[in-house]
């Protein structure tokens, strides 16, 4: 096992402190091998990531060098878009790694979550017009429901609920967000119109570069990292992201946090 080979198992014969030893010492293999597996398909799959921009950019580029693409503003505004998606995954991988290792830092304090998701919810309403996507709102604003946590980690998880929302939603669908309380609980709900994701694979949403159907959210421009990134932001602000099917045809994502003192 010292040199890698962590396939590695020992046969535990006993119930005594020897039995005991070889049954943690096959259980410490069993972990490295796992660990093992998931640093090699995280490595791939970031490898895979990357290729492709890259490979456009390449293309692209060569194109422009050799005279077949003229050098007009079209085909360098193409060039900064690939740039642009390029970075955002870049962004997106620090982010997760950061907080996969616990180094983003939370300010936690008392926040208003009635008004944070209400105020994003308003600056958001001229994209979702753009892209034709119905966005409602079902938040009693008579009551405001305080929690313990950073605004500035749960704006980012809203708007990055709302960004995945307008990647994967087709066009005249309809977005519905609803805040409420449960006990000691905040509730907050996303459900979107079609498209949906079949429910075996609903858990695996929140699986770092996962994506339920490649080549569209690919061409939608995502890395499967947003739902990760939120998940561990909910996690660290001791609440529960889940995704369930939505009556509207597409996904149902249910966040539950605590509810702060006095609210």
Request: net charge negative; glycine share 8%; charged share 25%.
């Amino acid at each position: 096992m010292a040199a890698g080979e962590f396939s590695t198992r020992v046969t535990a014969n006993s119930t005594d402190e020897i039995g005991q030893l070889a049954q943690d010492f096959n259980l410490l293999a069993l972990t490295l091998e796992k660990n093992e597996k998931t640093r090699r398909q995280w490595v791939a799959d970031i490898s895979h990531e990357l290729r492709t921009p890259l490979a456009v950019l390449r293309a692209e580029i060569e194109a422009l060098e050799d005279g077949v693409r003229p050098v007009t503003a079209e085909s360098i505004n193409s060039l900064h878009g690939e740039v642009i998606r390029l970075s955002r995954l870049v962004d997106d991988l620090f982010q997760l790694s950061l907080s996969d290792l616990g180094g983003l830092t939370y300010h936690k304090e008392k926040v208003d979550l009635t008004g944070l998701v209400n105020d994003i919810l308003i600056a958001y309403q001229p994209e979702f017009e753009t892209e034709k996507i119905s966005l409602e709102a079902r938040i009693v604003t008579a009551t405001t429901i305080n929690i313990f946590g950073d605004p500035e980690r749960l704006r980012q998880l809203l708007t990055n609920l709302l960004d995945n929302s307008l990647k994967y939603t087709d066009p005249g669908g309809q977005l519905i967000v609803t805040l409420g309380r449960d006990g000691d609980k905040a509730i907050l709900d996303f459900q979107d119109s079609l498209p949906g994701v079949p429910e075996e694979k609903l858990d695996r949403l929140f699986e770092r570069l996962f994506r339920a159907e490649t080549s569209r959210s690919r061409a939608a421009g995502g890395a499967g990292l947003g739902l990760a990134i939120c998940k561990n932001i909910v996690e660290a602000h001791a609440g529960r992201i889940i995704a369930l099917p939505s009556p509207l045809g597409g996904i149902w994502l249910r966040i539950t946090l605590p509810v702060g003192e006095n609210s």
